[in-house]
T-cell receptor, first 113, second 108 residues
Framework: NAGVTQTPKFQVLKTGQSMTLQCAQD?????MYWYRQDPGMGLRLIYY???????DKGEVPNGYNVSRLNKREFSLRLESAAPSQTSVYFC????????????FGPGTRLTVT | RKEVEQDPGPFNVPEGATVAFNCTYS??????FFWYRQDCRKEPKLLMS???SGNEDGRFTAQLNRASQYISLLIRDSKLSDSATYLC?????????FGTGTLLAVQP
């Protein structure tokens, strides 16, 4: 079991460029999440997907889009990157509807110049 | 007021010491509570869930006080390997709300 995997590990973008962060889990979890973590702030939820085919906005969705491609994969897209999107991005999944703990991938460190 | 508040620290303690972290939360309807550990430049990892009756896992003890809306984590006999940031996490409306974390540095 690889758990939650994310690619890439690091990325540098110029302002205005686009990219997609990939996340996959092999634990057969229904729910998946995307967070960003900035210095001095707690993890903030960008988008989540309660099940295949559904997505919902979190606390900070502006500037992002997501796709729940299938049960395993949940991608995060930046259409036109801005320096304010420089952050560490974590994907997470949740085992079942009756349990609320989440399990995280290793993260993607994104710098937008 | 932040939904989940923690003392950012750092807590600098010698090996073998006992250290306690507290956390307060604002949503009285919260039902699930957790402590996560995050090492530098790594992902958060679940340390333990927090139950109303309190729970213990080896050197770690978690307590929940619903009336006062606070959660605590006690670490006994601190090890160098306990050095990390400890995140207090509360479930509200099926979403996890994270505190900013408390940094623990265990000194030899």
């Amino acid at each position: 079991n690889a758990g939650v995997t994310q690619t890439p590990k690091f990325q540098v973008l110029k302002t205005g460029q686009s990219m997609t962060l990939q996340c996959a889990q092999d634990m057969n979890h229904n729910s998946m999440y995307w967070y960003r973590q900035d210095p001095g702030m707690g993890l903030r939820l960008i988008y989540y997907s309660a099940s295949e085919g559904t997505t919902d906005k979190g606390e900070v969705p502006n500037g992002y889009n997501v796709s729940r491609l299938n049960k395993r994969e949940f991608s995060l897209r930046l259409e036109s990157a801005a320096p304010s999107q420089t952050s560490v991005y974590f994907c997470a999944s949740r085992p079942r509807d009756t349990a609320y703990e989440q399990y995280f991938g290793p993260g993607t460190r994104l710098t937008v110049t | 007021r932040k939904e989940v508040e923690q003392d950012p620290g750092p807590f600098n303690v010698p090996e073998g010491a006992t250290v306690a972290f507290n956390c307060t939360y604002s949503n009285s309807a919260s039902q699930s509570f957790f402590w996560y550990r995050q090492d530098c430049r790594k992902e958060p990892k679940l340390l333990m869930s927090v139950y109303s009756s309190g729970n213990e896992d080896g050197r770690f003890t978690a307590q929940l006080n619903r009336a006062s809306q606070y959660i605590s984590l006690l670490i006994r006999d601190s090890k160098l390997s306990d050095s990390a940031t400890y995140l207090c996490v509360v479930n509200a409306a099926n979403k996890l709300i994270f505190g900013t974390g408390t940094l623990l540095a265990v000194q030899p």
